[in-house]
C-alpha cells in the first residue's frame, strides 16, 4: 500500500512524499535540513523524519479487538506527519491485559481489524509498529480514567481474572497477589509473543516492539523487586534475563530478520537505596542486546515499584538514551518523555543522545503535533495535502 493508492479523483503531484518529509524550496539547496526532519533507515524500515508516536493504551477494545477508534485515533497521526506510528500495547494472552479493554493480538480473529488500521496507515504515507506485551502482576485492573483507576478488578467479579507472575509479590494493596508462574506457564507465555508477532506479520506491520518497561512481565522478571524465583528464571542477573533473551530468540523465529524489532526498557526503576533494577544493569543487558538480532532500544524508565522515586522534569530520560547509546555498536536508541519543543528534539538528535524520539501527550494534544515542530525549527514540510491551506 503506498500513497497513490489511495482513491483521490486525482493523481499526487510527482513531489509529494505524504505529510512531514522535508521540502527543499528552490534556491534553499545549501540550507541544511534540520536532522529532525531527515530521513533514517533501520533495515527494511525507512522513517521519513524522527518523529514517531509512543505507544498508547487507548482501553477501547471489546475482548482484545481493534475497531473503528483505533483507525480514526492511529490514521490521525499519520496524517499529522509522525514517521512511525506505534500502536499501543497489545496483549499476547488474554490474561496478560492490563485492563478488560486492552487491543489483545492472542487470536488470529485480531488480524484483519489491525491490518485495516495498519493498511490505512501506509496508505497515509506512514509506517506502523505495535508493542507485544503481557502485564503480569499488573493485569486485570481498571482502565485509568474510569472511577477506581488502576485498582485490580478481583477474579471473582465481572472483567477479573487470576494474574500472574514471577513471584507472589503485589505491585502494591490495591492490586491482586500473582500466582507465581510455574515453568510450562513461562514457556507458554514466551509461546504467545512469537504466535503474536506472527499475527503482527500477518497485519502488515513494520515493527515490532516487546514491551520491557512499566512494570510489565518482561520488566517484572528482570527486577529483583518483582522477581525472586530461585529456579533458572530468578536470582542472578542472568537467570532474570532469561525471560527477555528467550522471548527475543522466539520472536525472531518468525519476524523476518529485515523487518525491525525494538524493546522498550525500563532503564531504572529509580530506587533511592539501588535494589531495583539500574542503569548499571541497562548496560549490561545492553551489551547483550547489541549482539542478538534487536534493532532499537527505547529508552524509558520506572513503572514496577512504588517505592520510585523519579525526577520528573523535561527530558528527564534523555540521560538513559544518551547512556545507551555510548555503549552499543549497532542498536539505533529512542528516547521519550516529557519532550515536548522542536528546539528540544533538535538537539538531542544533535547531541548524538539517541536516533529517533518517541512522543506520547504531545500527539494526544495535537495529533499534527509534526507541523508545529516543523514551524519552529523554520524547515518546509509537506502537509496532508487537504490540509495544505493550514500551512499559514
Ligand atoms: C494515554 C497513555 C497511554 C500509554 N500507554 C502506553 C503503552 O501502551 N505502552 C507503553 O510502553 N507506554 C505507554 N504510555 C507511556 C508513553 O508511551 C510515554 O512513554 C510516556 O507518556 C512519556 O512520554 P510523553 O512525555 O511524550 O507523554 C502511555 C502514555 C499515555 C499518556
Same mark, same amino acid.
Not at 34 to 50: D, G
Not at 116 to 125: A, E, I, S, T
Not at 242 to 265: D, G, M
Given at each position: 500500500m503506498?500513497?497513490?493508492e489511495f482513491t ?12 512531514g518529509?522535508?521540502i527543499v ?14 530521513p533514517?533507515?533501520i533495515k527494511?524500515?525507512t ?10 493504551c487507548q482501553?477501547?477494545s471489546?475482548n ?6 483505533h483507525?480514526?485515533h ?6 499529522g $506527519?509522525?514517521s512511525l506510528?506505534?500502536?499501543e500495547?497489545?496483549?499476547v494472552?488474554?490474561?496478560g ?5 486492552d ?8 488480524i484483519a481489524?489491525?491490518?485495516?488500521c495498519?493498511?490505512l496507515?501506509?496508505?497515509? $504515507? ?21 472511577e ?11 472483567? $477479573?481474572?487470576? &494474574?500472574f $507472575? ?8 490495591n ?5 507465581e508462574?510455574t515453568k510450562e506457564?513461562?514457556k507458554?507465555t ?11 506479520l ?5 515493527m515490532i516492539?516487546?514491551?520491557n518497561?512499566?512494570?510489565y512481565i518482561g ?5 529483583p ?6 529456579d533458572e528464571?530468578g536470582?542472578?542477573?542472568e537467570?532474570?534475563i532469561r525471560?527477555l ?8 523465529s518468525?519476524?523476518p530478520?529485515e523487518?525491525?524489532?525494538? &524493546?522498550r ?7 533511592e ?7 548499571n544493569?541497562?548496560?549490561?543487558l545492553?551489551k547483550?542486546?547489541d549482539?542478538?538480532d534487536?534493532?532499537?532500544i527505547?529508552c524509558?524508565?520506572?513503572g ?5 522515586k523519579?525526577?520528573?522534569?523535561p527530558?528527564?530520560? &534523555?540521560?538513559?538514551?544518551d ?9 539505533f ?8 519543543t522542536?528546539?528540544?528534539i ?5 547531541q548524538?543522545?539517541?536516533d529517533? &524520539?518517541m512522543l506520547a501527550r ?12 516543523a ?16 500551512r499559514e
Amino acid at each position: 500500500m503506498s500513497l497513490n493508492e489511495f482513491t483521490y479523483p486525482y493523481d499526487l503531484p510527482n513531489n509529494y512524499k505524504g505529510p512531514g518529509s522535508p521540502i527543499v524550496k528552490p534556491g534553499d539547496e545549501s540550507k541544511p535540513i534540520p536532522l529532525t526532519f531527515t530521513p533514517i533507515t533501520i533495515k527494511s524500515l525507512t522513517l521519513k523524519n524522527r518523529l514517531v508516536v509512543s505507544p498508547m493504551c487507548q482501553y477501547s477494545s471489546h475482548n482484545g479487538e481493534a475497531n473503528d477508534w483505533h483507525l480514526s485515533h492511529y490514521s490521525s497521526y499519520a496524517k499529522g $506527519g509522525a514517521s512511525l506510528v506505534i500502536f499501543e500495547a497489545a496483549a499476547v494472552q488474554p490474561e496478560g491485559r492490563i485492563s478488560y479493554a486492552d487491543l489483545g493480538i492472542w487470536s488470529d480473529e485480531f488480524i484483519a481489524p489491525l491490518k485495516r488500521c495498519v493498511d490505512l496507515v501506509h496508505r497515509l $504515507g506512514s509506517t506502523a509498529g505495535i508493542q507485544l506485551a503481557h502485564a503480569g502482576r499488573k493485569a486485570s485492573s481498571i482502565p485509568p480514567f474510569l472511577e477506581g483507576a488502576r485498582n485490580s478488578i478481583p477474579s471473582d467479579q465481572p472483567n $477479573g481474572w487470576e &494474574v500472574f $507472575g514471577p513471584s507472589e509479590i503485589k505491585f502494591n494493596d490495591n492490586m491482586s497477589l500473582p500466582h507465581e508462574m510455574t515453568k510450562e506457564q513461562i514457556k507458554e507465555t514466551i509461546e504467545a509473543f512469537k504466535q503474536g508477532a506472527l499475527r503482527l506479520l500477518k497485519a502488515g506491520f513494520d515493527m515490532i516492539e516487546i514491551h520491557n518497561a512499566h512494570g510489565y512481565i518482561g520488566n517484572q522478571f528482570i527486577s529483583p523487586v518483582s522477581n525472586q524465583r530461585t529456579d533458572e528464571y530468578g536470582g542472578s542477573f542472568e537467570n532474570r534475563i532469561r525471560f527477555l533473551l528467550e522471548t527475543i530468540t522466539e520472536i525472531r523465529s518468525v519476524w523476518p530478520t529485515e523487518k525491525v524489532l525494538a &524493546v522498550r526498557l525500563t532503564c531504572d526503576e529509580w530506587l533511592e537505596d539501588g535494589s531495583g533494577w539500574t542503569m548499571n544493569d541497562t548496560i549490561e543487558l545492553v551489551k547483550i542486546l547489541d549482539t542478538m538480532d534487536v534493532d532499537i532500544i527505547d529508552c524509558s524508565s520506572g513503572g514496577n515499584s512504588t517505592k520510585q522515586k523519579i525526577k520528573v522534569e523535561p527530558l528527564y530520560q &534523555v540521560p538513559f538514551a544518551d547512556s545507551v547509546k555510548k555503549h552499543t555498536k549497532n542498536l539505533f536508541v529512542a528516547t521519550v518523555g516529557l519532550i515536548n519543543t522542536g528546539n528540544e528534539i533538535e538537539d538531542i538528535l544533535q547531541q548524538n543522545k539517541a536516533d529517533i &524520539v518517541m512522543l506520547a501527550r504531545p500527539f494526544l494534544r495535537n495529533p499534527h503535533f509534526v507541523y508545529q515542530v516543523a514551524k519552529e525549527l523554520n524547515q518546509t514540510i509537506n502537509y496532508q495535502i487537504q490540509y495544505e491551506r493550514g500551512r499559514e
